[in-house]
């Protein structure tokens, strides 16, 4: 018995993490994430190379990203999502909240920048159509908190309580193209939040800690929304397959606390990341400001001296 045109039989045991964990590539996916971390590695070793460094730490954070993209693509997780609401949800928060923050500390733009030859003048090379892409009027606008933050609250409601995500689970096809919208609204949502890659809109640090948090409560609501119905909401996964042996209420149920559980965790490593990060430059900040005293000899404290003598000897 086929669902939704995947061709997937829907007579699946019980559910358990082991079973869950076999691997069954999504071939879309699968080839992505395996094309992501060659043309990552390809862009480190050509730094190396050339006797550039590149943070290790960024290294690992971007395959942590992508290996969490095929953790719950590449597995039977994503044959079991597609007849399990509690599951597509553990997928659907993945890919939305986890692997996006992975890989933008893994700054991959920047990798692309500095990997990238410079083509000659007169020319335009693929380095310099992704500067052209970042200075964007369009680039400005799809990383504005006016355009992010209703853009990730629509991703669920606008989807899970319209007909919109029952017609793309009809289809393999949609399934992937809803699957690749959680993982770009992610990316949209983070960069301008705490992504280490260069962007047009990057504002302050507080700035971007309340972007986080103006976000983040909808998904909790959405979580407590599916805890609290007394029926089935998404009539995709109201007649879940007899051989798995569940409710589908409860299931609903299970799905909406997973929702509820996981807006806390991107707020953790966010607010980590942003705390760090905001520590970076304020040292950075004192080193240039160190150097400058040094080439100057502290011409500006000398002067602000002076101000003051001369404030003082006003007042004699």
Not at 46 to 67: A, I, Q, S, T
Request: hydrophobic content about 50%; some cysteine.
């Amino acid at each position: 018995m086929d669902h939704g045109g995947h061709g997937m039989n829907m007579d699946l045991p019980p559910f358990t993490l082991g079973r869950g964990l076999e691997f069954s590539a999504d071939p879309f996916f699968l080839i992505g994430c395996a094309v992501a971390l060659a043309l990552y590695g390809y862009g480190v070793v050509r730094l190396r190379r050339r006797g550039d460094g590149w943070p290790v730490n960024r290294v690992v954070l971007f395959v942590v990203g992508v290996l969490s993209i095929a953790l719950v693509m590449c597995t039977r997780l994503n044959d079991y999502g597609m007849v399990m609401f509690s599951v597509h949800m553990v997928q659907h928060m993945v890919i939305s909240m986890v692997s996006p923050i992975l890989l933008l500390l893994g700054a991959p733009v920047t990798l692309a920048l500095r990997a990238l030859p410079v083509a000659g003048r007169g020319r335009t090379g693929p380095r310099e159509l992704l500067l052209k892409l970042l200075h964007s009027r369009y680039m400005k606008v799809v990383t504005h908190p006016v355009f992010t933050i209703p853009l990730f609250i629509a991703s669920l409601y606008g989807l899970y309580f319209t007909p919109l995500f029952d017609f793309l689970m009809e289809s393999k096809t949609g399934h992937i193209a809803m699957m690749v919208h959680f993982l770009a609204v992610g990316l949209v949502f983070f960069w301008p939040i705490m992504g280490v890659d260069p962007g047009p809109h990057r504002p302050g640090y507080v700035m971007r800690m309340l972007e986080l948090f103006a976000g983040m409560p909808f998904h909790a609501f959405f979580g407590i929304a599916l805890m609290m119905a007394s029926q089935p909401m998404v009539k995709a996964y109201e007649n879940p397959p007899a051989s798995l042996g569940i409710d589908a209420l409860g299931d609903q149920s299970a799905a909406g606390g997973i929702a509820w559980a996981f807006s806390e965790i991107p707020s953790v490593l966010v607010l980590i990341a942003l705390v760090f990060q905001w520590y970076r430059s304020d040292q950075r900040t004192a080193k240039r400001s160190d150097r400058a005293a040094d080439r100057d000899g502290d011409q500006e404290l000398k002067a602000y001296n002076a101000y003051l003598a001369s404030l003082q000897a006003r007042g004699q």
